[in-house]
């Protein structure tokens, strides 16, 4: 990539950091290993309210891909505002994610859910569709739940509470 490049990624990706989000962390079960899998992604948004439908992306090159595969199940938690350490651990492809995280529900009863978030919906992957650099998953809501916190947000590259 030349310099010039890096600079209009980065200066696009600026421009997309002026738009707030909200903040992710999805887990899943490798149904091989049984291996508990989390990833953050503040790429979420709903699509469909019949049937209940929402999407996010994860990057083509994610070693986690295959477990987000077409009829895998996974959890996305949408993060609390006090959360952002949770969202930082999971950003770190380096670090045992699970380690020390408390769970509303561990990975030997499906995906694990995570404790203290704002809301959690569990899904199966509908469809992947190809989106540049990324993946889009199509997700079907099965089972959600809302608690009562204030979401997490990122926006202009820092994570912040409402």
């Not at 959600?144 to 820092?158: E, I």
Request: net charge negative.
């Amino acid at each position: 990539m030349t310099q010039a490049t890096v600079d209009e990624t980065r200066a696009f990706r600026n421009a997309l950091g002026v738009f707030p989000t909200g903040v992710t962390v999805i887990t899943t079960r490798d149904d091989d290993t049984g291996r508990s899998v989390g990833l953050t992604v503040s790429s979420f948004n709903s699509v469909s309210l019949q049937p209940r439908l929402v999407l996010w992306s994860i990057a083509r090159t994610s070693p986690n891909l295959a477990q987000f595969a077409v009829g895998k199940r996974h959890v996305i938690h949408v993060l609390a505002h006090d959360q952002g350490e949770l969202a930082r651990r999971f950003a770190n492809p380096k670090l045992d994610k699970f380690e020390g995280v408390d769970l509303a529900r561990n990975a030997e009863q499906g995906p694990p859910v995570l404790d203290g978030v704002a809301a959690h919906f569990e899904c199966e992957t509908e469809s992947l569709l190809e989106g540049g650099d990324h993946w889009i998953v199509l997700s079907r809501v099965h089972e959600y739940q809302t608690h009562d916190q204030r979401p997490l947000l990122f926006w202009a590259g820092q994570l912040t509470g409402v």
